[in-house]
């Protein structure tokens, strides 16, 4: 069944990289948005199962990000527990934000798929958006962005086109029961990520290679990294950055019908909005 702008769509994590331009493009074609946080009304804390219900009520599709991410211990119960209450309450549509290469993101999805609920899942790479709204914002900014994993290649992903392929998946039939792998169009090292970015906003960028080991203590020393995400990103550089995700994809094609924005249009873009300025 169709969704229309009359029924409400949950957006949980409305406020995150792709969660707040989910909720600008169906606010901006007039769906009622109900944003999924903890700072909202009604509250929603993955961490606070009480809270879900109320947040659900009424609600006919919902998109799905797991705070802080699918790929820790206990995420695919929580999904579990989620979508058992939200099929309950006769949610129709359920689209879940995964992880690529990410072992325990598919169990996660595996949960989606045996819910009952219309569902789609979208599979993005590593965003583009973690330059400059994220984890390498300060070292960039600071001209010396410290990383491990210098020869491995990514596909990185604009949370632009993640966000289009969602809204997608919550409006339109077509994408339930679809599993989108998304990445952009061509692999690029972390550090020709970072040379493009210091081309483009005409800065002096170093970028300093570290082992595995010496970034998790680098990790450690960060006052402004919350603790989960310092968890998080030892997860992602230990296990998922060893290579498995070296190739491209057409999941972007498949749902919308073109082409992914490339690694260079995010830079563009990003600098038009300064905010690699010093």
Do not use: C
Request: aromatic content about 8%; proline content about 4%.
């Amino acid at each position: 069944m169709s969704i229309t702008v009359h029924d409400p769509v949950l957006v949980i994590g409305g406020k995150g990289k792709v969660g707040r331009r989910v909720a600008d493009r169906l606010t901006s074609r007039a769906f009622n948005v109900r944003i999924g946080s903890r700072s909202a009304n009604p509250r929603f804390d993955w961490n606070d199962a009480d809270t879900w219900g109320a947040a659900i009520d009424g609600v006919q599709a919902a998109y799905i990000s797991y705070y802080p991410d699918l790929a820790l211990p206990g995420a695919d119960e929580a999904i579990r527990a989620f979508t058992s209450l939200a099929v309950q309450k006769g949610l129709k549509r359920l689209v879940l934000l995964s992880g690529r290469g990410e072992d325990e993101a598919q169990e996660a999805e595996q949960v989606l798929v045996a819910s009952g609920a219309d569902w789609t899942v979208v599979r993005p790479s590593w965003f583009a958006q973690n330059f400059s709204e994220s984890f390498f914002l300060d070292g960039i900014l600071a001209g010396e962005v410290a990383f491990p994993r210098d020869g491995v290649l990514e596909p990185f992903i604009d949370a632009e086109d993640i966000a289009d392929v969602v809204v997608a998946a919550l409006t339109d039939d077509r994408h339930i029961g679809q599993l989108y792998e998304l990445t952009g169009p061509r692999l690029l090292t972390f550090r020709e990520a970072i040379a493009e970015i210091a081309a483009a906003a005409g800065r002096d960028i170093r970028f300093i290679p570290l082992s595995v080991e010496d970034y998790a203590v680098e990790l450690d020393k960060q006052e402004n990294i919350p603790a989960e995400f310092v968890g998080l990103l030892k997860r992602l550089t230990r296990e998922v950055l060893d290579g498995r995700n070296e190739h491209v994809t057409d999941g972007v094609q498949k749902a919308l019908g073109r082409a992914p924005r490339d690694f260079s249009d995010y830079v563009r873009a990003a600098v038009e909005t300064g905010v690699w300025r010093t």
